[in-house]
């Protein structure tokens, strides 16, 4: 054990420590999934409370919720301030629902069972490059999102959590005023969108997504009155877009492997009406060793979708193969920036 230790600590941390509690990953998985079902968070807002008080809200075992809460308490989410007393601390605070960091729907997805069915087979990706949730769940993650079940729900309440995180940024650094008429790819239920008209009023809209998914944005397009100027389209964006003068994606080419992404760019260009622009929200990743969010979402993309994160250089890459220059990307205080590009 002495001769082990002797090794280069990083962050200031002992590598043996490091790697052992790194170990223990679905350990801290499933204990704040239990938190999170628990309410934990939302149950201390007022402040301190027993194990056994948590407990009776929750409908839970005393002991095995104690115990889960000190072990988390160990990394620094929620605090014992006495033996069984269990407190919020800044970490925990955004478990909470109505966080303004939108966290709660998005840990609930992370933390999903499905999650952790989906990993067991992570070794078949590593060995082939290919997908492996096929080989946990028997079809590909589209598929799998087709029941309307737990998982489901869970995810489309995470990607709205999303754009709760990324919309206000995005409006505060991007100026979309004179674009025209903005085509939202793939957009779901339109958060993005319309609160992009919302601020600009000189633009019109187009949400597309599949049939089924769009009928969601023509409910909310009305109830924030933009009918006049906004319409919802359904198809499949490897087929052909609306035309409009600019498009914008988010979080969707990471989805793809680089043949589909490049389709999905190109037919973009082929509807694209004179020099409009394509805009892309995406992790953007950071020079190497560097830690950062990108990193493990980029492992999500190979276990799940088969897409992958990129680093600007390789979004440059990629979009020049698609006929597209970027022109720049757009930082903000969000995981997703705008990568802006436009015709080579």
Known sequence: MGSAVQGVKVLGQDPVQQVMQM??????????????????????????????????????NEDALARCLRALAGTGVFSEVAPGVFANTAASEVLKKEHPAHLHDMLMWTTNNFHLQTYTAFMHSVRTGETCVEKAHGEPIWKCFEEQDEKTREFNNAMTSMSAMVVPAVLETYDFSGIGTLCDVAGGHGMLLTSILKKHADLRGVLFDLPHVVQGGRQRIESMGLSGRCEAVGGDFFAALPAADSYIMKHIIHD???SKAIAILQNCLKSMRGNGKVLLLE???????????GRWIDIEMLAMPGGKERTEAEYRELLGKAGLRLERVVPNNSPLWIVEAVRA
């Open 256 to 258: 793809w492997e680089e």
């Open 23 to 60: 170990s223990f990953g679905i350990w801290v998985v499933a204990a704040m999934r239990a938190a999170l079902e628990c309410e934990v968070a939302d149950h201390l807002a007022g402040g301190p409370k027993s194990a056994a008080e948590l407990a009776r809200k929750a409908g839970a």
């Open 283 to 293: 992790t953007v990743l950071p020079e190497p060793n560097v830690p950062h969010m």
